[in-house]
């Protein structure tokens, strides 16, 4: 299976070509531990297919491989196929199942607690704005009071001439430096939204559309390897 579309930490926005779309091209937000973790395991799963191959001609070498495709599919669709798209027109939050667009006009904010969440205005009839939530970008509230609690202990230990002795060293590139990636991107992707809103960016409705690739990724190893245990042995 192949990546949708390349991934990697946005940078800075793009020029604005148009009222209302702050990108001239898409970009592609996902963390870089969930692709190095596809690539380990495709890695896995072809010495495991090979040796499969060239040494295995029973049932268990069977249900062997089916197995790894099975974990394959989920690997794919767990780690590397979430991401948030955004482009010219909206932002899209890509998790493993099912993809959320929502035009810029219709977010209010992007905000990161335990994972990236986009605010999205009330529909009508509803009281309370949808809040989307990235299944590509978090960050565990541990890990990040465990980051919290090293870098005050790092600060107590280096000298307070230790900053000033670069002048272009500023409290907001430290403040920029010591944040996790997600935090960042989450910033990024918030002040998208900002400035879609400003440049008067049209709101409309969510879409929600099933991933059916990657449904039928889980879905067809699961089966043949229920074929496989349970009928051809």
Not at 99 to 105: A, E, L, T, V
Not at 112 to 133: D, F, N, T, Y
Not at 139 to 157: F, K, M, P
Request: glycine share 6%.
């Amino acid at each position: 299976m192949q990546p949708e579309q390349g991934p990697g930490l946005a940078g800075p926005p793009a020029a604005d070509p148009a009222p209302g779309a702050p990108l001239s091209e898409p970009r592609t937000f996902q963390l870089p531990g969930a692709i190095v973790a596809w690539w380990a395991w495709v890695i896995v799963a072809v010495a495991c297919l090979a040796d499969i191959a060239f040494t295995g001609r029973n049932h268990t070498a069977a249900e062997i491989a089916a197995t790894v495709l099975l974990i394959t599919g989920l690997v794919y669709v767990c780690a590397l196929r979430p991401r948030v798209i955004a482009d010219s027109g909206a932002i899209t939050v890509r998790n493993p199942l099912r993809d959320h667009r929502i035009p810029w006009g219709s977010v209010t904010a992007v905000d990161l607690k335990e994972s990236v969440q986009v605010h999205c205005v009330p529909e009508p009839g509803a009281k309370r704005g949808k809040v989307i939530h990235s299944w590509a970008l978090y960050h565990q509230r541990r890990r990040r009071a465990r980051s919290e609690l090293l870098r005050q202990g790092d600060r107590r230990r280096l000298p307070q001439s230790s900053f000033a002795a670069d002048p272009r060293t500023s409290a907001e590139t430290q403040k920029l430096v010591n944040q996790p990636p997600a935090q960042i991107m989450a910033a990024q992707l918030d002040d998208l939204a900002q400035q879609a809103r400003e440049h008067g960016a049209p709101a409309g409705p969510r879409v929600v559309i099933w991933a059916w690739r990657a449904v039928a990724a889980i879905v067809v190893p699961a089966v043949v390897l229920v074929l496989v245990i349970t009928v051809f042995r």
